[in-house]
């Protein structure tokens, strides 16, 4: 019998400790201790509470990080699509830019209601490049439920350095992967010189340019070119004798001037193209070039600073040249149009300077624009026979020293220019106009009407401010609009 078992019957506290003493020699005598401390199923327990708390962890993670994924996807989304809007509102609605941060505003907030509840959330939306664009800006954060036990309460859903917003820009020439040439015809007849009229224009123009002309251009280009008019049109020196042919011109007979004693002689600038293409853009050519302009001296009334300067990409040259614009004269409004369109024109590329001439017509990747604006009725037209050639017929604005006794062959100044501006549009070209205080003018404002290539494209602006908003509002319809980041 062991000592165990016969310990059994024993009673009392000696029998207790022999008790006691006992099974500890069973437990030794049968290895029950080396059994005890080997047993792996602590270790199993304690390795699958260690690895319950990871789990845990993990599976709280990846709901957080989900959740996060989630709200960052629905935020970036709803930006993207506020932006858009709201870019497109500012093409189609005049630039006005409250109304289009209102549309972005409402896009964002539509298009965020299901997304999981946020922390807080300070997204709004601005307008950026002199109100061309429309980008976003502030900050919005999950809060976070198991990564809050570690520390960390939100997640940012964007950059916090703004890097990841959308902006949603209108773009020209190689931003929106395609070519536009604009011809901009300026109106520098002596009534400009009313208030700050003139300073108006040379403002709308230059935010055009700056608008439309943009830096490091390559496969894709944007180039402007200048049209300013008056009683003439001055050409570069250096295309003269290619449009108007290479003389000689006689002195004008200062008898046939109403009487007048004064002898006008040829001068630097042209008038208009008189015979079967007097209406078209055939290149000028023999039978084809247009008019020389006589004045009672040699020089042109118009200044040099106020010269034609053919298609350009370059901003500098370009915002300088309006700077420098004089007004003198009447209005001769035909002139300037048959100018815009001559720029334009792939036929009279060949005269040009270097790397101005216009593109061919019926390139998808072109856009061609001509932009005529004046301030009142055209009221000059010009003789082409006889001792009048290139001298004002005798209904034009001027006195008697600047007129002479024949009738335009060509009929008005006005009935001109809408007949240049039917062949423009034939051609492909897009015609906006810009009546700058015309004050009612019925004749002036039909004209204008009638060149534009639909109603949408012609504005009456009554204030200089009015002038500037129409300037840049065409500027932003001939872009495209694109999203960027």
């Known amino acids: 019998?062991?000592?165990?078992?016969?310990?059994?019957?024993?009673?009392?506290?000696?029998?207790?400790?022999?008790?006691?003493?006992?099974?500890?020699?069973?437990?030794?005598?049968?290895?029950?201790?080396?059994?005890?401390?080997?047993?792996?199923?602590?270790?199993?327990?304690?390795?699958?509470?260690?690895?319950?708390?990871?789990?845990?962890?993990?599976?709280?993670?990846?709901?957080?990080?989900?959740?996060?994924?989630?709200?960052?996807?629905?935020?970036?989304?709803?930006?993207?699509?506020?932006?858009?809007?709201?870019?497109?509102?500012?093409?189609?609605?005049?630039?006005?830019?409250?109304?289009?941060?209102?549309?972005?505003?409402?896009?964002?907030?539509?298009?965020?209601?299901?997304?999981?509840?946020?922390?807080?959330?300070?997204?709004?939306?601005?307008?950026?490049?002199?109100?061309?664009?429309?980008?976003?800006?502030?900050?919005?954060?999950?809060?976070?439920?198991?990564?809050?036990?570690?520390?960390?309460k939100q997640l940012p859903l964007l950059k916090l350095s703004g890097a990841e917003f959308s902006k949603a820009v209108l773009a020209v020439g190689g931003n929106a992967e395609e070519s536009i040439e604009i011809s901009l015809m300026l109106d520098?007849?002596?009534?400009?010189?009313?208030?700050?009229?003139?300073?108006?224009?040379?403002?709308?123009?230059?935010?055009?340019?700056?608008?439309?002309?943009?830096?490091?251009?390559?496969?894709?280009?944007?180039?402007?070119?200048?049209?300013?008019?008056?009683?003439?049109?001055?050409?570069?020196?250096?295309?003269?004798?290619?449009?108007?042919?290479?003389?000689?011109?006689?002195?004008?007979?200062?008898?046939?001037?109403?009487?007048?004693?004064?002898?006008?002689?040829?001068?630097?600038?042209?008038?208009?193209?008189?015979?079967?293409?007097?209406?078209?853009?055939?290149?000028?050519?023999?039978?084809?070039?247009?008019?020389?302009?006589?004045?009672?001296s040699a020089t042109c009334e118009m200044a040099a600073s106020s010269e034609i300067v053919p298609l350009s990409n370059n901003r500098a040259t370009l915002l300088s040249k309006i700077d420098g614009l004089t007004m003198s004269g009447s209005t001769a409004g035909h002139l300037g149009t048959a100018w815009a369109w001559y720029l334009l024109s792939p036929n009279w590329a060949p005269v040009m300077p270097a790397g101005s001439g216009a593109g061919a017509y019926g390139n998808e990747k072109l856009k061609k624009i001509a932009i005529l604006m004046t301030d009142g009725e055209y009221n000059t037209q010009y003789c082409s026979s006889g001792q009048h050639r290139g001298v004002r017929d005798k209904n034009s604005y001027g006195t008697s020293a600047q007129r002479g006794n024949c009738t335009a062959p060509n009929g008005k100044s006005a009935d001109q220019a809408v007949a240049l501006c039917a062949g423009m549009k034939a051609k492909g070209i897009t015609v906006y106009t810009i009546g700058f205080d015309l004050g009612g003018n019925a004749t002036a404002i039909n004209t204008l009407s009638s060149c534009a290539t639909d109603p949408t494209k012609f504005y009456n602006a009554a204030t200089g401010e009015q002038l500037k908003q129409a300037f840049r509002d065409i500027a932003v319809k001939v872009s495209t609009l694109y999203l960027s980041k």
């Open 188 to 296: 520098v007849s002596g009534s400009m010189g009313s208030g700050t009229k003139f300073a108006d224009m040379k403002s709308a123009a230059k935010d055009l340019v700056n608008i439309i002309v943009y830096d490091n251009q390559g496969q894709y280009t944007a180039k402007v070119g200048l049209v300013p008019f008056s009683s003439y049109v001055r050409p570069p020196l250096s295309v003269l004798a290619a449009v108007r042919g290479p003389g000689p011109f006689n002195n004008q007979s200062p008898s046939m001037m109403n009487g007048n004693t004064i002898t006008h002689r040829a001068t630097n600038c042209v008038a208009e193209r008189v015979g079967a293409n007097r209406y078209t853009d055939v290149a000028p050519a023999a039978g084809n070039y247009v008019l020389p302009s006589y004045w009672n």
């Open 1 to 152: 019998m062991s000592a165990s078992k016969s310990l059994e019957c024993c009673a009392g506290p000696g029998c207790a400790v022999a008790r006691t003493r006992g099974l500890m020699n069973d437990i030794q005598r049968n290895g029950l201790g080396r059994r005890f401390l080997s047993d792996p199923r602590g270790d199993i327990a304690m390795m699958f509470g260690l690895m319950a708390m990871v789990m845990f962890i993990m599976i709280g993670t990846a709901i957080d990080l989900g959740r996060w994924l989630h709200a960052r996807h629905v935020t970036v989304s709803a930006i993207d699509s506020a932006v858009l809007a709201a870019g497109r509102m500012l093409q189609v609605n005049a630039l006005d830019e409250s109304a289009a941060l209102a549309a972005a505003e409402r896009f964002y907030r539509d298009n965020t209601k299901e997304r999981p509840q946020l922390k807080s959330d300070t997204i709004r939306f601005v307008t950026a490049d002199g109100g061309t664009a429309i980008t976003a800006e502030g900050a919005a954060f999950l809060e976070t439920t198991v990564l809050n036990l570690a520390g960390l």
